[in-house]
């Protein structure tokens, strides 16, 4: 499985960002996908994931502001950040969950954002 993301970049304070994630080789073998972030020195974190049947998670941080989506005939996941705020800037990973071992296996090389206040 292979993830390329797109989108990201600057933004002020309040503003909005929307990232792509486009999967390809066997998805088959998955069966979710979500948006991770990792800040140098910070854990990682899930911010939004989106599972097969549909169900979606949200970190508590950015419920009410980030909306994960997919579309399946286009392979593509989305993450549409708003009202965004310093603590948002970040290196953001798409991901893939493995349907076999259950741990996210499969990852993007990031895409920077950064919000100034």
């Known amino acids: 499985v292979q993830l390329v993301e797109s989108g990201g970049g600057s933004v002020l304070a309040g503003g909005t960002l929307g990232l792509s994630c486009v999967a390809s080789?066997?998805?088959?073998?998955?069966?979710?996908m979500g948006w991770y972030r990792r800040a140098p020195g910070k854990g990682r974190e899930l911010v939004a994931a989106i599972m097969s049947g549909g169900a979606t998670h949200y970190a508590d941080s950015v419920k009410g502001r980030f909306t994960i989506s997919r579309d399946i005939a286009k392979n593509t996941l989305y993450l549409q950040m708003n009202r965004l705020k310093p603590e948002d800037t970040d290196m953001y990973f798409c991901?893939?969950?493995?349907?076999?071992?259950?741990?996210?296996?499969?990852w993007g090389q990031g895409t920077q954002v950064t919000v100034s206040s």
């Open positions: 991901a893939a969950r493995s349907d076999l071992s259950g741990e996210w296996d499969y």
């Open positions: 080789g066997n998805i088959f073998v998955t069966d979710g």
